[in-house]
Each structure stands twice: as structure tokens, then as C-alpha cells.
């Protein structure tokens, strides 16, 4: 199965590099979500934000919070998928490098979606029921 099956619906959410610590942590909660790619434009991708990265930044920069920016903790080198990467491909990526969060990018790595890891065991889960169901199906048919 490809990644571009699992975009349907899906909204990308973006902030600014010049956001602020606080901004981040807000659109996070608001949004109810772990990441943000951080984007002048909405499709140019400059990196990536997560809830983990304000954890890590926190001890550096506890005495200095308020001038804090995205820029300054954002994730720059940016693992992307493209929509015809198969979930299978996606989830070695997200294992292999430990992360929760991948941009999906057009031909020209212009920014198009974003799937976390919770897109992908969903998706998992979902090709192994079905699997679980044609083979109950197949078991009753023989007996």
C-alpha cells in the first residue's frame, strides 16, 4: 500500500521559523498533534518541530524561554516520503531512524501532507485485519 492512500483528508499544519517557544507549544496543544513542519511559505520545508524537541531544548535554554524561537530547535535535516512510497518503506525509514513524524513531498520537495507514526501502525493494523478476515473466510469455506 502507498503512502497516498493514507493522504485523503489529511491537513498539513505549518509554522514559521520565527515562531516563538510559546506560539509552538500553543498551535501544538490546539491542534492536538506532536509536530509541525517549519515552513516560510507552506511548502518550502527549512525543518521540523516536535513536542521532543521543546522537551530537549528546555534545559539549554530554561533561563532564556521567552526568546526562544523555532529556528532555534527545529530539527534541519528532514527525513521526506514521496506519496508513491509504500507503508512498508515508510515504516523501515521511521524505524530505522527513529522518528514519529514524515513530510510527504511532491517531485519537486515542495511540502504536501505529513504522516506521523500513529498514520502508519493505523494503516498496519488496518491491511492485517483484513488479511486476518479473508483467512477466517478461506478457513470456513474449507471445512
Given at each position: 500500500?502507498?503512502?497516498?492512500?493514507?493522504?485523503?483528508?489529511?491537513?498539513?499544519?505549518?509554522?514559521?521559523?520565527?515562531?516563538?517557544?510559546?506560539?509552538?507549544?500553543?498551535?501544538?496543544?490546539?491542534?492536538?498533534?506532536?509536530?509541525?513542519?517549519?515552513?516560510?511559505?507552506?511548502?518550502?520545508?527549512?525543518?521540523i518541530v516536535s513536542e521532543r524537541d521543546?522537551?530537549?531544548?528546555?534545559?539549554?535554554?530554561?533561563?532564556?524561554?521567552?526568546?526562544?524561537?523555532?529556528?532555534?530547535?527545529?530539527?534541519?535535516?528532514?527525513?521526506?516520503?514521496?506519496?508513491?512510497?509504500?507503508?512498508?518503506?515508510?515504516?523501515?525509514?521511521?524505524t530505522d531512524q527513529r522518528i514519529r513524524?514524515?513530510?510527504?513531498?511532491?517531485?519537486?520537495?515542495?511540502?504536501?501532507?505529513?504522516?506521523?507514526?500513529?498514520?502508519?501502525?493505523?494503516?498496519?493494523?488496518?491491511?492485517?485485519?483484513?488479511?486476518?478476515?479473508?483467512?477466517?473466510?478461506?478457513?470456513?469455506?474449507?471445512?
Amino acid at each position: 500500500m502507498q503512502i497516498s492512500s493514507l493522504l485523503s483528508g489529511k491537513q498539513v499544519h505549518t509554522i514559521k521559523p520565527e515562531a516563538t517557544i510559546k506560539e509552538l507549544s500553543q498551535k501544538l496543544s490546539e491542534l492536538n498533534i506532536g509536530a509541525l513542519v517549519v515552513s516560510p511559505d507552506g511548502k518550502k520545508i527549512n525543518g521540523i518541530v516536535s513536542e521532543r524537541d521543546i522537551v530537549h531544548a528546555l534545559p539549554l535554554h530554561m533561563h532564556e524561554l521567552g526568546d526562544i524561537h523555532v529556528r532555534d530547535i527545529m530539527t534541519v535535516t528532514v527525513m521526506s516520503c514521496k506519496k508513491d512510497t509504500t507503508v512498508a518503506q515508510l515504516m523501515a525509514l521511521m524505524t530505522d531512524q527513529r522518528i514519529r513524524h514524515v513530510p510527504v513531498v511532491d517531485e519537486a520537495g515542495e511540502l504536501l501532507s505529513i504522516i506521523s507514526i500513529g498514520d502508519v501502525v493505523k494503516s498496519y493494523v488496518s491491511e492485517i485485519d483484513v488479511e486476518r478476515i479473508a483467512l477466517l473466510d478461506y478457513v470456513k469455506s474449507a471445512g
